[in-house]
């Protein structure tokens, strides 16, 4: 059974930096892709970054060169470091496995395989 367990949001000031953490556990975590998503009021969940098993990484365009996914593969852990935040950028933070990304699929075109955790939120207000 794959737990997820976020951390790390909470109230910063359009501008700010906060860090997210996603430790997993029940799973092999070395051999899968993981996602960040985020779910804004009133709007479905999205993909916002991902990283491959090897460490590749991609972002969607509203997040590019702000945010920046890692992992820490000896943790079990994905992280989310959020820089020069904005309150659009306000939601609830998830990670999860997106599915799988054939040639001419696009992984942000995926459905997440797992169960999704409790979440953390980020509240980006002056």
């Known amino acids: 059974q794959v737990q997820l367990v976020e951390s790390g949001g909470g109230l910063v000031q359009p501008g700010g930096s906060l860090r997210l953490s996603c430790a997993a556990s029940g799973v092999i975590f070395t051999i899968y892709g993981m996602g960040w998503y985020r779910q804004a009021p009133g709007k479905q969940r999205e993909l916002v970054a991902h990283?491959?098993?090897?460490?590749?990484?991609t972002y969607a365009d509203s997040v590019k060169g702000r945010f920046t996914i890692s992992r820490d593969n000896a943790k079990k852990t994905v992280y989310l470091q959020m820089n020069s935040l904005k309150p659009e950028d306000t939601a609830v933070y998830y990670c999860n496995r997106p599915g799988p990304d054939p040639p001419g699929v696009s992984v942000f075109d995926t459905r997440p395989l797992w169960s999704w955790g409790q979440g953390t939120q980020v509240t980006v207000s002056a």
């Open positions: 990283i491959t098993a090897t460490g590749s990484v």
